[in-house]
């Protein structure tokens, strides 16, 4: 049982270049998000997804773009990489199931990307 | 503003030995606090979460503890393993819309042989 899977694990991109990073849960949660981690910072959301069909955005999510494919997988998308964009991002997912109220659920991650550009 | 501050900044300590990190929030109005452990290169684990009514919630070798009248948590380690070596991050939700979780800087900590 994988858990929440990210690719890829290391990326460096040139400012002004595309690049997606990949999701994807085999827990059969509802729930999924996009944080991004750096120093001296607590981690922040980018953007998040409540079910299939659905995103919202969250605290930072000028630069990015989601895609919420299927219940499985949720997908990041820079358009164009810029230097304030360098961080380790990480994909979270919390099962929610009839009787529990999200709130109370832990998040579970996946083991992050680490992005540079330069 | 809603924080979260935790304390210390890093800890190092001996195998076997116990120790307790700290957590002070002013997340308002409180909905729960969480305990995640992050190992170097990994993504976060969580280890509890406390809702207002709890007061103390052990996972195995930890123990946090919830005043939310002081709006103060703490980690308790027992009997530390270097496999515990970690950052230690508290989390708190809540907000007007009770979808916020405002996450601390963590607490590295160091279990040493």
């Known amino acids: 049982n994988a858990g929440v899977t990210q690719t890829p694990k290391f990326q460096v991109l040139k400012t002004g270049q595309s690049m997606t990073l990949q999701c994807a849960q085999d827990?059969?949660?509802?729930?999924m998000y996009w944080y991004r981690q750096d120093p001296g910072m607590g981690l922040r959301l980018i953007y998040y997804s409540a079910s299939e069909g659905t995103t919202d955005k969250g605290e930072v999510p000028n630069g990015y773009n989601v895609s919420r494919l299927n219940k499985r997988e949720f997908s990041l998308r820079l358009e164009s990489a810029a230097p304030s964009q360098t961080s380790v991002y990480f994909c979270?997912?919390?099962?929610?199931?009839?009787?529990?109220?999200?709130?109370?659920?832990?998040?579970?991650f996946g083991d992050g990307t680490r992005l540079s550009i330069l | 503003k809603n924080q979260v501050e935790q304390s210390p900044q890093s800890l190092i300590i001996l195998e076997g030995k116990n120790c307790t990190l700290q957590c002070n929030y002013t997340v308002s109005p409180f909905s729960n606090l969480r305990w995640y452990k992050q190992d170097t290169g990994r993504g976060p684990v969580s280890l509890t979460i406390?809702?207002?009514s709890e007061n103390t919630k052990s996972n195995g070798r930890y123990t946090a503890t919830l005043d939310a009248d002081t709006k103060q948590s703490s980690l308790h380690i027992t009997a530390s393993q270097l496999s515990d070596s970690a950052s230690y991050i508290c989390v708190v939700r809540g907000g007007y819309d009770n979808r916020k979780l405002i996450w601390g800087l963590g607490t590295s900590l160091a279990v040493n042989p």
């Open positions: 979270a997912s919390i099962r929610v199931t009839v009787g529990e109220f999200e709130r109370n659920q832990p998040q579970h």
């Open positions: 406390m809702t207002f």
């Open positions: 827990m059969n949660h509802n729930s």
